[in-house]
């Protein structure tokens, strides 16, 4: 079961807690979550509603930073 503060879940092997690595997009819906365990290296995909990752990305959203390749550097852009 995935953790409601969005920690990941426990792993299986040796029942540490499990980082995100990576979301994709999978079948209309729903998209793909692997976890790894920084303890034992496992790895463990889920598919979770596309709400649910929405959901959780959006606050995130409100702090990002936007970049932009300029000159072969990566510089941050301005403010919206």
């Known amino acids: 079961m995935l953790d409601t503060q969005n920690q990941g879940p ?24 692997t976890f790894s365990c920084p303890n034992c290296r496992r790895v463990q995909r889920h598919l979770i509603e596309s709400a649910v990752t929405e959901a959780w ?6 702090n990002a930073v936007a970049h932009e390749i300029n000159g072969g550097r990566m510089i941050s852009k301005p403010a919206k």
Request: hydrophobic share 25%.
């Open 10 to 33: 426990q792993c299986t092997a040796c029942g540490s807690p499990m980082k995100l690595s990576a979301i994709e997009p999978s079948s209309t819906g729903y998209d793909l979550r």
């Open 57 to 62: 990305l959006d606050p995130q959203r409100r």
